[in-house]
């Protein structure tokens, strides 16, 4: 999984600073030439970074919930904001969070199996058409299922007739859209994963008697966990940021997703709706936000598998 | 990782006796339960289509529950087994979906065309309907069942009851009560006086004058139809349809309008019927695209600053990213940690509401970055062509950097000390180190993220839609469009944003969008020869 490129050997000599550096009294000139003015650069970018999410985190507080009146940081405190969301009949808040939670959580939770199951198969087993299997999930990939928007509009009214259950303004409509994408974007990144786990476990596991589908279950699956952990938190954070298809698919205001919903309350009276609309960005992005710092440690090794090798 | 010790073979042997006995028993069962819950949808599916006589999905469909049989019950095929269930969604949601798009691009699919031929000239013929003068007078009871409402009436002829609704042509109604000269009850509806209508109100009054009860299943006899609520009078329609030539003729003016190629009739001088219907276009969308003023002008403009916006993007976000890995990069500083944390936000907070809360930030006149930062500033972030194209830039460096950072990050950390220490020995400056030997290591691994995220923004439809919705809007263009506006949002509000809903031509600027990301990312994959160890 290591990026690492081939490097000549060469015997390491140098003497080690750090540890000397230690033993020093402090000095602040050595201290920023050597750390210091890292820290610098560090805090701008943090302020950076930071600073929208504050200002949100502020307005969602705020009395006076416009816009003008959020300006000033943190100067008063309440609750009203929250309040006000789940108290309008119009605009249900509460029913748009819920949604996109549960279209969220089945979405990843079934892209990680299916892609899962599709890797196994690709990393373990030796078959006809592997390679080209393997070659042309890639090359769909390149086709955002963003770009097909018309047509997935057209199958879901089309698909109303025959299944109402998975039709035009169903949840389990856009959830079966969005797990038409899972195959492209994740076999690929988890295959490399799933070929890191020897094999030699795989055939000890069978000498004592496990069936293909039991060492999947039960010893692949475990062992490749983080990064099934990332692959879910994506496709999770993915489906929350979709407006495209959700905003076609799902038409009545209880179905929304906080993107569809939230888009259209903010937008209509953009200043004066800005105090509640942080409190509903700040409980939306509340759960994506904590399970980022969860697993941040795995995120890295995620990301940066994703093109490279196996 | 250490290879696992293989037991004893006797004492495998035996455990394998066990374990299978009893693993394939439960997972049998489980398998029959599931293939069973898909059976019985599958079947149900099949039954469905069939009753709608849709042929081809119907046998596409017993074709698939065929398959997946196969292949959950046969020992062999190991492989399928785990890639049905992934393919069954990428083939129905994904390859057809794409499949279908490029068949719309070549169609006149859109508001105006939206269903076939037979239905343009039903809906033709009932638009143009006009009372028949002297036309016979049907006695009118007027009933509801729910929000259903039916005409009662007296056939002028036979002088028997009859009842209709919108949908259902006028049929005798046995088992009406009539008295004098009208229906005074029929069994399962209530009978409205007049009375009764006028306490239902303005909207129940005017459905009513627009009902139209046809008279027979042919659109040509027309339909009935009640200003007063009271009689009803025959409408026919002034169009009449010649199925042998094709010919629709106004019988008022005497106008033959013919079936034309593009999906409507059309008079000799030119006059154009509405609605027409869904045909086939051939390339006359993706000639549009590039030949029709109205379309080619904003369609080229949104074209370059598609390209400038993605290799903006890609390239800011990368120099602030990699700059801060470097920097923040030093084994000598304390709480590496919590810098990673805290710019690991911007990227875990939800695209669109980042989007939304900067439009915020930069609004004009109430918002934090003019009032507060530059103290009551009149900069026009958001309104003015080229500010707002930077401020979608500096919004997409903010959501982007973070990404950049984090993968930088993690392959600096992958690079071997002794890269650093051979450098230095050899008399190489920190700087010379970084350009000459870290750089092109790093590029390595992160070229393909670069392309991918370059594919990504290409794309990125919730900066631009969220920020500015395409905005400041060009006034002097045909259509919805604007300086920020790129091609995805451009060809959203096509298909979905106006009045008119345009599928055909949408879907032909996503083939084209397909096409060129699919060249950029195949050529640059290429060249990173990613792809080279694929076995």
């Keep these: ?310 | 990782m250490t290879v696992q010790q293989t037991p004893a073979p006797e004492r495998s042997g035996r455990r394998r006796g066990v374990g299978l006995a009893a693993s394939a028993g439960k997972g049998f069962y489980v398998k029959l339960v599931l293939m069973a819950v898909v059976d019985a949808l599958g079947l149900y599916g099949i039954i469905a289509l069939g009753s709608q006589h849709s042929w081809v999905p119907m046998i596409l469909m017993i074709v698939a529950l065929i398959v997946v049989n196969i292949v959950y019950f046969t020992p062999r095929l190991t492989a399928s087994k785990y890639l049905v269930p992934g393919l069954i969604f990428l083939l129905v949601y994904q390859v057809f979906t794409v499949l279908y798009s490029g068949y719309l691009a070549f169609t006149n699919y859109g508001d105006g065309h939206n269903s076939t031929k037979e239905d343009a000239v039903a809906a033709l013929l009932t638009q143009s309907e006009q009372r028949v003068p002297d036309s016979a007078e049907y006695p009118l009871t007027v009933a509801v069942q729910g929000n259903k409402i039916a005409f009662l009436v007296l056939d002028p002829g036979t002088k028997q009851p009859e009842i209709g609704t919108a949908d259902e042509p006028l049929q005798p109604a046995t088992g009406a009560t009539v008295s004098g000269t009208r229906v005074t009850a029929y069994p399962g509806w209530q009978v409205l006086r007049l009375v009764d209508m006028l306490q239902r109100g303005q909207a129940f009054t005017n459905q009513l004058t627009q009902l139209r009860v046809p008279i027979s299943d042919k659109p040509e006899d027309g339909s009935i139809r009640t200003q007063t609520g009271q009689t009803a009078y025959v409408y026919r329609s002034t169009l009449s349809y010649n199925a042998a030539a094709d010919t629709l003729t106004d019988s008022a003016t005497g106008t033959v309008y013919r079936a034309g190629d593009t999906g409507n009739f059309v008079a000799p001088d030119g006059q154009v019927l509405e609605p027409g219907w869904r045909t086939g276009v051939g390339f006359s969308n993706f000639i549009n695209v590039l030949s029709d003023k109205s379309i080619r002008g904003p369609f080229l403009g949104v074209f370059v600053w598609t390209f400038v916006f993605a290799i903006l993007t890609v390239l800011g976000s990368f120099v602030i990213g990699l700059f801060l890995a470097v920097v923040l990069n030093d084994t000598r500083m304390r709480g590496r940690r919590i810098y990673r944390s805290l710019l690991l936000l911007p990227y875990a907070f939800p695209a669109f509401l980042s989007a939304l809360v900067w439009q915020g930030l930069m609004n004009k006149d109430f918002g934090w970055i003019n009032q507060v930062l530059l103290g009551g500033a009149d900069v026009d972030w958001l309104g003015d062509p080229w500010m707002a194209r930077l401020s979608v830039l500096i919004v997409n460096w903010w959501l982007g950097f973070p990404y950049m950072f984090l993968v930088a990050t993690g392959a600096l950390q992958a690079i071997p000390a002794d890269i650093t220490e051979a450098g230095a020995i050899d008399g190489a400056s920190p700087w010379q180190i970084f350009r000459r030997l870290k750089l092109p290591l790093l590029m390595v691994s992160l070229a393909p993220l670069l392309i991918t995220s370059f594919a990504f923004n290409f794309n990125n439809f919730n900066t631009i839609y969220m920020l500015t919705g395409g905005g400041p809007k060009d006034l002097s263009a045909s259509v919805d469009v604007g300086s920020t506006d790129i091609l995805i949002t451009f060809v959203y509000k096509l298909a979905f944003g106006g009045v008119n809903k345009q599928y055909g031509l949408a879907s032909a600027i996503a083939i084209i969008i397909f096409v060129v990301v699919a060249l950029i990312s195949a050529i640059s994959f290429r060249r990173t020869r990613a792809l080279e160890d694929l076995n």
């Design chain 1, 1 to 310: 999984m290591s990026v690492v490129a081939p490097v000549p050997e060469v015997p390491a000599a140098v003497p080690d600073d750090s540890v000397s550096m230690s033993k020093r009294p402090f000095n602040f000139g050595r201290w920023f030439k050597a750390t210091g003015w890292r820290h610098l650069v560090g805090l701008v970018a943090l302020v950076f970074a930071i600073f929208p999410l504050v200002f949100v985190l502020s307005a969602s507080f705020s009395a006076v919930a416009t816009l003008t009146g959020s300006n000033a940081l943190f100067s008063s405190f309440t609750l009203a904001s929250y309040k006000a969301l789940f108290n309008d009949p119009l605009n249900p808040y509460g029913w748009w969070w819920l949604n996109s939670m549960w279209i969220g959580v089945v979405t990843a939770v079934a892209t990680v199996f299916l892609s899962a199951l599709a890797a196994y198969a690709f990393s373990r087993f030796r078959f006809r058409g592997r390679r080209a299997g393997l070659l042309s999930l890639i090359l769909i990939q390149m086709f955002p299922q963003l770009l097909a928007f018309v047509a997935i509009f057209l199958l879901l009214s089309g698909l109303q007739d025959v299944f109402p259950a998975i039709g035009l303004g169903t949840r389990w409509g856009l959830i079966c859209v969005y797990l038409g994408g899972a195959l492209g974007v994740n076999t690929y990144l988890l295959y490399g994963f799933f070929n890191t786990v020897p094999k030699e476990i795989d055939e000890s596991a069978k000498i004592d008697g496990a069936g293909h589908a039991r060492v999947f279950f039960t010893i692949t699956l475990r062992l490749v966990a983080p990064i099934l952990a990332v692959v879910s938190l994506l496709s999770f954070v993915g489906v929350l940021n979709d407006f495209v298809i959700a905003s076609i698919t799902l038409t009545d205001p209880q179905s929304q997703t906080l993107a569809v919903g939230l888009y259209s309350f903010v937008s209509n009276q953009f200043s004066q709706r800005w105090g509640i609309f942080a409190a509903g960005s700040v409980l939306g992005a509340l759960p994506v936000v904590l399970l980022f710092q969860f697993l941040q440690r795995y995120i890295v090794g995620g990301l940066t598998a994703g093109s490279v090798k196996g």
